[in-house]
């Protein structure tokens, strides 16, 4: 790997440890320096802005999701049982560390900026994998013919509610055990009962 390429990964990891501990407004493009040990030059070679590197941090984070999200709908196994399978490693990468750190961060610029916020958080927290076994599940026959893009936010309303905002606004901690258990059951229910062909 070029240097230059490690340093802007070096900068991109040290941004994303100082928008966790401080958030957007108070991260420190000068921190961001001394944790990369790089220049303020370098940094603003890499990123012109404070936003575009945390976009860059945002950007990382999408991408891991992805490369743990190729989710394939399988014949042989039951609807029930392949969303409580897909809404469990949902909540694994959601509950990953500084995961729910991270996510505030978002929550917090969605106040500051919006639009831009309302993009990223989009990108990063709307789960795009699901659409495509939701469609393959479709195709299969046995879920209900209708707009896919209504099913995945049926789902996403759900999942969010039950394991995102009350532990990005501090009201609640991430669950785990049979409260888990019993709250990926209150996610998967409604939406094999409602969409679900027998």
């Known amino acids: 790997m070029k240097l230059t390429e490690l340093k802007r990964q070096s900068i991109v990891a040290a941004a994303k440890q100082e928008f966790i501990e401080k958030g957007f407004v108070a991260a420190n493009m000068n921190r961001i320096c001394e944790i990369a040990e790089v220049s303020k030059r370098t940094l603003y070679r890499h990123f012109e802005s404070k936003e575009l590197l945390f976009e860059a941090v945002l950007t990382l984070e999408q991408n891991a999701f992805q490369a743990q999200s190729n989710y394939r ?16 490693i949902e909540v694994a990468k959601l509950y990953r560390p500084n995961g729910i750190a991270l996510a505030r961060t978002v929550v917090m610029e969605l106040f500051r900026q919006p639009e831009t916020a309302k993009l990223l ?65 209150a996610v998967v229910e409604p939406i094999v009962k409602t969409y679900g062909l027998a």
């Open 121 to 185: 958080s989009e990108r990063l927290y709307k789960t795009h994998a699901i659409s495509q076994w939701f469609s393959e599940a479709m195709e299969a026959g046995v879920i209900k013919s209708m707009d896919v893009s209504l099913i995945a936010s049926s789902y996403e309303a759900l999942f969010n509610g039950m394991f995102l905002w009350a532990q990005v606004l501090h009201v609640a901690e991430p669950v785990s055990g049979d409260e888990l258990s019993t709250k990926v059951q």
């Open 73 to 88: 709908y399988e014949s042989e196994k039951s609807l029930h049982e392949q969303l409580t399978a897909i809404t469990e």
